[in-house]
């Protein structure tokens, strides 16, 4: 048990396909992250959220959607996802404006076909 | 610029070798903070450590050992005795107050351990 909880674990769709990522943590942290990792290619942050509020999106897609009902929930929406997508998308949660580092979730392959 | 350079991409040691990974960082601030992380085959990333700027004390964990020289601005980490269950990704990462302690990771070092 990590503490921060994704799901599912693996997920292929069709690039027509609709579908959602899940994140779940328990942690009392108060900001979340979306990463994305492809093969070979370094940690991308994607979106950051503190106290729910998204404060960062670095120039991700439309075809990505981010969602945080609460601090303890957010999810990553894709919709009309291209192959180039196919990576781990992980999940991160921590502290807000403390150096403690961060709790990662242990993440979600997708690959797109 | 990036924050963090993990010079080496990848490294293949024999069991029971020594492997050191190299992290060399970059900032402005005085108080700040580094991680190493551990991505094993599963993907998820675990949390090695953690050492703040003021303390400049290595730290030994078992097989693991960590340099933190700020005279060189490096945090290297040392696997003793290397087993085919320390073959991963390996992270080191800086936590700067500038930018609201978010995370700058290295572009990661992948260790294989072979029996």
């Known amino acids: 048990e990590t503490g921060v909880t994704q799901t599912p674990r693996h997920l292929v769709m069709g690039m027509t396909n609709k579908k959602s990522l899940k994140c779940e943590q328990h942690l009392g942290h108060n900001a979340m992250y979306w990463y994305k990792q492809s093969a070979k290619k370094p940690l991308e942050l994607m979106f950051v959220?503190?106290?729910?509020?998204?404060?960062e999106n670095n120039s991700v897609p439309s075809r990505f959607s981010p969602e945080c009902p609460n601090s303890s929930h957010l999810f990553l929406h894709l919709h009309t996802l291209q192959p180039e997508d196919s990576a781990l998308y992980l999940c991160?949660?921590?502290?807000?404006?403390?150096?403690?580092?961060?709790?990662f979730g242990s993440g979600t392959r997708l690959t797109v076909v | 610029a990036q924050k963090v350079t993990q010079a080496q991409t990848e490294i293949s040691v024999v069991e029971k070798e020594d492997v050191t990974l190299d992290c060399v960082y970059e900032t402005r601030d005085t108080t700040y903070y580094l991680f190493w992380y551990k991505q094993p085959p599963s993907g998820e990333l675990v949390f090695l450590i953690r050492r703040n700027s003021f303390d400049e004390q290595n730290e030994i964990s078992g097989r693991y050992s960590w340099n933190f020289q700020k005279s060189t601005s490096s945090f290297n980490f040392t696997i003793t005795a290397s087993q085919v269950v320390d073959s991963a990704v390996y992270f080191c990462?800086?936590?700067?107050?500038?930018?609201?302690?978010?995370?700058?990771f290295g572009a990661g070092t992948t260790v294989t351990v072979r029996a």
């Open positions: 959220y503190n106290f729910k509020e998204q404060t």
């Open positions: 990462a800086l936590s700067e107050p500038r930018d609201d302690y978010k995370l700058s």
């Open positions: 991160a949660s921590s502290h807000q404006g403390q150096g403690y580092g961060y709790t």
